[in-house]
T-cell receptor
């Protein structure tokens, strides 16, 4: 069965430090890949997505992610974290299911940023 | 402004009292979906709809109903709520069912069933 694993439940970084959030998926082919961010009291906002082509994708708010087929991974990175990046981050894959592409989410990684 | 609107945002109620969470989108999207979010489990799909009058079960449909009589609205109905349905609920919509368009999420509805 398809699944998405985010190994880190909580991560704490200092403001200005670099960040990498891990995401691994289980699927036989290359799925659509997404990262969403959820700020407190709000819905999910799309950070970036990968469908095909260049394996390094740029998103909003200075985030990027790299697709590595050999590792079935789609890790999210940011070179310098800002306090406003504190939020919960979800990796998701879109896989064909009954005529549409179904989103399967990871459990999320909660990011705390120390000043 | 393009948006998905859920109401209510917060609700505390008691076991067995029927409730409806409304969801409306103003983007003329075909595809809509309901998720519940629980700690450590991420978002799990409850029901989805590919168009008017076309709905189907997601991964955790037990205890829920939906309807899609109009394109813009996709209400979630709990006929007889139970405490295990205490959760944070999200409605989402997308222009395309093919997954090449991102899903737009509402701000969530926090339900507490006592």
């Amino acid at each position: 069965a398809q699944s998405v694993t985010q190994p880190d439940i909580h991560i704490t970084v200092s403001e200005g430090a670099s960040l990498e959030l891990r995401c691994n998926y289980s699927y036989g082919a290359t799925p659509y890949l997404f990262w969403y961010v959820q700020s407190p009291g709000q819905g999910l906002q799309l950070l970036l997505k990968y469908f095909s082509g260049d394996t390094l994708v740029q998103g909003i708010k200075g985030f990027e992610a790299e697709f590595k087929r050999s590792q079935s991974s789609f890790n999210l990175r940011k070179p310098s974290v800002h306090w406003s990046d504190a939020a919960e981050y979800f990796c998701a894959v879109g896989v064909p299911f009954r005529g549409y592409n179904k989103l399967i989410f990871g459990a999320g990684t909660r990011l705390a940023v120390h000043p | 402004e393009a948006q998905v609107t859920q109401n209510p945002r917060y609700l505390i109620t008691v076991t067995g009292k029927k409730l409806t969470v409304t969801c409306s989108q103003n983007m003329n999207h075909e595809y809509m979906s309901w998720y519940r979010q629980d700690p450590g489990l991420g978002l799990r799909q409850i029901y989805y709809s590919m168009n008017v009058e076309v709905t189907d079960k997601g991964d955790v449909p037990e205890g829920y109903k939906v309807s899609r009589k109009e394109k813009r609205n996709f209400p979630l109905i709990l006929e007889s709520p139970s405490p295990n349905q205490t959760s944070l609920y999200f409605c989402a919509s997308s222009l395309s069912r093919q997954g090449d368009q991102p899903q737009h999420f509402g701000d969530g509805t926090r339900l507490s069933i006592l």
